[in-house]
T-cell receptor, first 105, second 110 residues
Framework: AQRVTQPEKLLSVFKGAPVELKCNYSYSGSPELFWYVQYSRQRLQLLLRHISRESIKGFTADLNKGETSFHLKKPFAQEEDSVMYYCALTIGMRFGAGTRLTVKP | DVKVTQSSRYLVKRTGEKVFLECVQDMDHENMFWYRQDPGLGLRLIYFSYDVKMKEKGDIPEGYSVSREKKERFSLILESASTNQTSMYLC?????????FGNGTRLTVT
């Protein structure tokens, strides 16, 4: 069965420090993965998708099929990055439990 | 821009009531989904639909049913609401991917 695991429910870093939000998936085929973000009192919105290989708001994510991972990274965290992040697998439209990132000043 | 509209932002119902949560999208999307969002559990898929009058169970369908009579509308039905169904309910639609979400309905069952 398809499954997405985000092992960290809470993650805290200092402003300017690098940040990595972990995401692992279980799927035997070729996955399509996304990161969604949810700002306070707003709807979930797409942050980035692995096939586009783009950087959004300084975030990047690389699909590692060997490790079945799709970790989200940013070299220098900003206070406005303090929101909820969800990793999602398109097959079956499954989501992880989410990671709440806090960037301390 | 895709608009997914959930009819109620907040809803309070009593145990045993039949509850309807409505979702409408305006982009002619084939696929529609219902999730519930709980702290620490993330989004869990309740039901989804790939076409009118078609429905598929997600991971937690117990206690819920759905209706899709028209392409733009996907309704979630709680046949007999219980307190453990107190949650945030999110509707989403897509053509293929990604998903476009509504604002959510926070349902409280007392």
């Amino acid at each position: 069965a398809q499954r997405v695991t985000q092992p960290e429910k809470l993650l805290s870093v200092f402003k300017g420090a690098p940040v990595e939000l972990k995401c692992n998936y279980s799927y035997s085929g070729s996955p399509e993965l996304f990161w969604y973000v949810q700002y306070s009192r707003q709807r979930l919105q797409l942050l980035l998708r692995h096939i586009s290989r783009e950087s959004i708001k300084g975030f990047t994510a690389d699909l590692n099929k060997g490790e079945t991972s799709f970790h989200l990274k940013k070299p220098f965290a900003q206070e406005e990055d303090s929101v909820m992040y969800y990793c999602a697998l398109t097959i079956g439209m499954r989501f992880g439990a989410g990671t709440r990132l806090t960037v301390k000043p | 821009d895709v608009k997914v509209t959930q009819s109620s932002r907040y809803l309070v119902k009593r145990t045993g009531e039949k509850v309807f949560l409505e979702c409408v999208q305006d982009m002619d999307h084939e696929n529609m989904f219902w999730y519930r969002q709980d702290p620490g559990l993330g989004l869990r898929l309740i039901y989804f639909s790939y076409d009118v009058k078609m429905k598929e169970k997600g991971d937690i369908p117990e206690g819920y049913s759905v209706s899709r009579e028209k392409k733009e509308r996907f309704s979630l039905i709680l046949e007999s609401a219980s307190t453990n169904q107190t949650s945030m309910y999110l509707c989403a639609s897509s053509l293929s991917s990604p998903l476009h979400f509504g604002n959510g309905t926070r349902l409280t069952v007392t």
